[in-house]
């Protein structure tokens, strides 16, 4: 009894994820995302970066922006920072000093830090692009990226454009490699999601959207400006893309600490737009369908919980029938393949994770002010 019990656990932990991943695959080889690109279309854009201790990379993020390829009279930057006590504000100076910065650059400072969203939504009055793009102190674009997303908006169905991320440090160990791993999965999901009309999970390193469908970004405790802002946007009736032709580089943590805590940040801003999403969609105000709601809720709100589930009851099996020690010499001889860990670290992490980012959703402690990962901060950067 207990047996088949577990088995239909671990079955409901394996097959709705696998049945929604080759329905994405499927519909990923049929066709492509339609809408009409149109690389002649070259509205006037601003880029906004908001930093908090950022002295580390904000030169390098600047003199990847002068990079960008985009006309000079029609990209307008924005910095804003929130009080940072790492001179910050000195970098940026001292690199506009000495550099012939190609476009617009607006340089602006809170007293106090709020949180990114917070940041973003200050610097968006100060703002004239037909389309307002944001990115990450600690991520770089492709010179083209910024081109090619743009090139979208000429479709008027379209509210937001979010791109692709490459992993800078990706072979420097077992977490950086399941990050990886977890990455492959999660984007042909985007892709599929987008070509059936919008993906909700949106990335901020580098994210476009069309300044008349919003007014603001989300800035509820809990919510992040990406996903938070995207899932308004596609209630509005836009659709909202991700475009893996538009790639900005990040690092990953390389540790368990910085991975759990970086990935329950960002699990409880995934839980919280996956909740509203099926609210949303309850109420009749979502244009996705019903089972892309469904499995993403499934993927990030049910399994985690299963997964615990599945882990305890396993164990309470294999202790009373202790005379099963060839289960778990197998298992770790299992483990010894690399593929194999790799594989079960980005799944026993992602989970753990997504538990431990629905726990501020259930005590109510939401928060969008976060700590840096010193970590994914790099001396060197090579990509
Ligand atoms: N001005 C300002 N004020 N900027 C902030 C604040 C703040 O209070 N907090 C964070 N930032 C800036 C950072 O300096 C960085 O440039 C950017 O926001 C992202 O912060 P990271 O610490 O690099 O977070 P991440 O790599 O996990 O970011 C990812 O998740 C976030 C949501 O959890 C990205 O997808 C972000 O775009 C997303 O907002
Ligand atoms: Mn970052």
């Known amino acids: 009894m207990f047996v088949v019990f577990l088995l239909l656990l671990w079955g409901s932990l394996l097959f709705p994820p696998a049945a929604y991943y080759v329905w994405m695959l499927m519909r990923i080889r049929r066709r492509n995302v339609s809408v009409s690109v149109n690389f002649a279309y070259q509205p006037y854009v ?105 090139s979208y908006f000429a479709d008027p169905s379209i509210g937001a454009v979010t791109g692709k991320e490459e992993l800078i ?8 490699l399941s990050e990886g791993v977890y990455r492959k999965f999660y984007y042909n999901l985007r892709l599929g999601e987008s070509i059936i009309h919008s993906t909700l999970i949106f990335q901020g390193e580098l994210a476009l959207y069309r300044r008349t469908a919003f007014e603001e970004f989300e800035d509820a405790p809990g919510y992040s400006d990406d996903i938070g802002t995207v899932i308004n946007i596609v209630s509005r009736g836009y659709r909202c893309i991700f475009i893996p032709e538009a790639i900005f580089y990040d690092t ?81 001889i299992l483990l010894l393949i690399k593929k194999l860990r790799v594989f079960l670290i980005s799944y026993i992490t992602g989970n753990l994770a997504l538990i431990l980012g629905l726990i501020p959703f259930i005590t109510g402690k939401r928060s969008n002010v976060w700590k840096k990962v010193d970590e994914m901060r790099l001396k060197n950067y090579n990509f």
Do not use: C
């Open 252 to 332: 990953a943590a390389f540790s368990f600490r910085g991975r759990l805590r970086v990935k329950s940040r960002r699990s409880e801003h995934l839980v919280s737009g996956i909740i509203k999403s099926l609210k949303l969609k309850i109420k009749g105000r979502l244009p996705v369908m019903w089972r892309i709601i469904f499995f993403n809720f499934y993927l990030h709100v049910i399994s985690p919980i299963l997964l615990t589930l599945a882990i305890l009851a396993t164990a309470i099996l294999y202790f009373v029938n202790f005379n099963s020690l060839w289960f778990l010499g197998l298992f770790f």
């Open 46 to 150: 601003t880029l906004i970066v908001p930093t908090y201790n950022e002295a580390t990379v904000i030169a390098k993020k600047l003199e990847n922006i002068n990079e960008l390829d985009y006309p000079e009279n029609k990209l307008q930057v924005i910095i804003i920072d929130s009080s940072s006590i790492d001179g910050t504000l000195d970098e940026v100076k001292t690199f506009l000093n000495k550099t012939n910065f190609r476009f617009q650059i607006i340089l602006l400072s809170e007293k106090e830090r709020l949180g990114k969203s917070h940041a973003l939504n200050v610097a968006l009055k100060y703002s004239a692009g037909e389309i307002i793009a944001t990115s990450d102190a600690d991520s770089f674009w492709e010179k083209d990226a910024l081109k090619k997303a743009v």
């Open 169 to 176: 440090n990706l072979r420097r160990g077992v977490y950086t």
